[in-house]
T-cell receptor
Framework: KNEVEQSPQNLTAQEGEFITINCSYSVGISALHWLQQHPGGGIVSLFM???GKKKHGRLIATINIQEKHSSLHITASHPRDSAVYIC????????FGTGTRLQVFP | EPEVTQTPSHQVTQMGQEVILRCVPISNHLYFYWYRQILGQKVEFLVSFYNNEISEKSEIFDDQFSVERPDGSNFTLKIRSTKLEDSAMYFC????????????FGPGTRLTVL
């Protein structure tokens, strides 16, 4: 069983829709990353959080440590948000989820 | 804005050859990492490095792999005798103060072993 599970694996949306990507983990962590991987392969860190909620522009990340669950929300989605979104948890190293492939159509 | 850089962007090599992948971390960062991503699979941790020593390594990081910080700026990953299954994207990352800080990733080196 994977230590980090993401859902859904694939997600398509129309421009403007509200997007939610979920991440559940089974190990003890000190923090959780949300990362964005572009079609060319590059990885960008979106958030690192260990409690509560963080917001950056149209992106919101929440974490519930007791339930071992985090969500990434994208408000007013846009085609340029199309990418793979990866959840990664920190204990003594980063452990990555398999990613959620998001496609936003105009 | 400071960024992590990696060279080359794409490396093609023959099986059994040695390759060195290079990374220049962000200048005031003290912790360095290598990850790999086999095509279609998730990103996997290889090794972390601090104060000129390996601090953690995964089971993937066997005797064929080594890391080095040969000068004040470069951080290298060497694969001594490449195998077909080493074909992957290799990402370098750095952070200011270790696991409890955000990691910044380089653009990756795509290694193809023929």
């Amino acid at each position: 069983k994977n230590e980090v599970e993401q859902s859904p694996q694939n997600l398509t949306a129309q421009e403007g829709e509200f997007i939610t990507i979920n991440c559940s983990y089974s190990v003890g962590i000190s923090a959780l990353h949300w990362l964005q991987q572009h079609p060319g392969g590059g990885i960008v860190s979106l958030f690192m959080l260990s409690s509560g909620k963080k917001k950056h522009g149209r992106l919101i990340a929440t974490i519930n440590i007791q339930e071992k669950h985090s969500s990434l929300h994208i408000t007013a989605s846009h085609p340029r948000d199309s990418a793979v979104y990866i959840c990664a948890v920190m204990n003594d190293k980063l452990i990555f989820g398999t990613g959620t492939r998001l496609q936003v159509f105009p | 804005e400071p960024e992590v850089t990696q060279t080359p962007s794409h490396q093609v090599t023959q099986m059994g050859q040695e390759v060195i992948l290079r990374c220049v971390p962000i200048s005031n960062h003290l912790y360095f990492y290598w990850y790999r991503q086999i095509l279609g699979q998730k990103v996997e941790f290889l090794v972390s490095f601090y104060n000129n020593e390996i601090s953690e390594k995964s089971e993937i990081f066997d005797d064929q792999f080594s890391v080095e910080r040969p000068d004040g700026s470069n951080f290298t990953l060497k694969i001594r005798s490449t195998k077909l299954e080493d074909s992957a994207m290799y990402f370098c990352a750095s952070s200011e103060m270790g696991l409890y800080n955000e990691q910044f990733f380089g653009p990756g080196t795509r290694l193809t072993v023929l």
